[in-house]
């Protein structure tokens, strides 16, 4: 049976241990594994000066510190906002959940996230959230492997049945957690659910205080580079499968039309370019700037995979509306059709200034 958690029941047995600060943020991210680069090959690079155009249109963003939200540091470092106008803030959050509510507010014009049930749950009671392009994808093998501690005595998932596990949060990576737990007969209801920032994670499995996690990369190198933690399995059925998205606030998108095309450009852009060349020093000392992690380790760890067109699988966001409905996570009495959801006009209109891939 899963119980969910709040981090004040996991308090006691976490308060004698170093947390957030003590290691690396990391990311959920994907497919193909990057090839290692040898740190020797690696040096970090001046990052040049953006200028921002007198009268440019503020725009407030969401991001957490890890991987998949590459693409947002490196439009913002290279200049794709700025060269469109834009001046673009991005302001550091705690968890999916939060980055959905602050967008609905309006505090946040612009987020990526995972499409939980915070997201679907907020447009059925009215909230006016939308996705403008897709997020990123996982592959095989994953960038979000299931792990335990290094000297734990659990080596095959099926193990797992009754024990605790956790995700950063409740949503997209409940999904990747219960994927994972099929390759050993279980589902997410045959283990005990737990919510825990990856970093947190990672010292909990180290103590021995908590059994497994989903933890993203590059954080999930770094423990294992670390001795704190070993991959138990990064191998299952989730390739191809859009489990993020950015999304941003609908009234702010009908007022500001083309500043929203104009923020996905240069969101794609960066995409593009992080396609093309992921281990390009500068894209990799962006990257570090809002992570902190090496940047020999962010070359080394898988990468996640991102559409250079901005192509939305529609089938995907019903898979998870699904999965979260037969969770008891959502308050809808059927899925919402994506169409509804997504602005293609944004994206088309995003690449047709940039041209197609």
């Excluded at 950015?246 to 969101?267: G, H, I, M």
Aim: aromatic fraction near 6%; proline fraction near 8%.
């Amino acid at each position: 049976m899963t119980t969910h958690f709040t981090r004040r029941r996991f308090a006691a047995s976490l308060a004698s241990l170093p947390l957030a600060g003590t290691m690396a943020v990391s990311a959920q991210s994907t497919p193909e594994a990057s090839p290692a680069a040898s740190p020797a090959t690696i040096e970090m690079v001046a990052i040049p000066p953006v200028t921002v155009p007198e009268g440019a249109l503020k725009v407030n963003i969401g991001f957490l510190p890890v991987l998949i939200y590459a693409p947002i540091y490196v439009a913002l470092e290279k200049g794709y906002y700025a060269e469109r106008g834009l001046d673009v803030t991005p302001t550091p959050m705690n968890s999916g959940t939060d980055l959905a509510v602050m967008v609905s507010t309006n505090d946040l014009q612009v987020a990526l996230s995972g499409v939980g049930p915070a997201f679907w749950n907020g447009i059925a009671t009215g909230l006016p959230l939308n996705i403008i392009a897709p997020g990123h994808e996982e592959g095989n093998p994953v960038a979000t492997p299931l792990m335990v501690g290094a000297d734990s005595d659990i080596t095959s998932v099926d193990q797992l049945a009754g024990k605790k596990v956790s995700v950063n949060a409740p949503g997209a990576t409940e999904f990747w957690l219960d994927a994972a737990l099929q390759t050993g007969g279980l589902t997410i209801d045959d283990i005990d659910l737990q919510y825990l920032t990856f970093p947190d994670a990672v010292t909990a499995l180290a103590a021995g205080v908590l059994d497994g996690a989903m933890v993203g990369e590059p954080l999930a190198t770094k423990a294992v580079q670390d001795g704190a933690a070993r991959i138990l399995t990064n191998d299952f059925d989730v390739a191809g499968m859009q489990v993020t998205a950015l999304f941003s606030n609908d009234s702010w998108v009908e007022e500001n039309p083309q500043a929203a095309s104009d923020f996905v450009a240069a969101y794609l852009l960066a995409c593009r370019d992080l396609v093309d060349e992921p281990n390009d020093p500068l894209n990799l000392t962006i990257i570090n700037k809002y992570t902190s992690v090496p940047v020999e380790l962010i070359a080394a760890a898988v990468r996640p995979v991102y559409q250079p067109n901005g192509e939305v699988n529609l089938e995907n966001l019903v898979t998870l509306q699904e999965f979260f409905s037969a969770r008891d996570l959502m308050t809808l009495d059927a899925p919402i059709d994506p169409a509804t959801v997504v602005r293609q006009d944004v994206i088309d209109a995003a690449v047709e200034s940039i041209g197609a891939r």
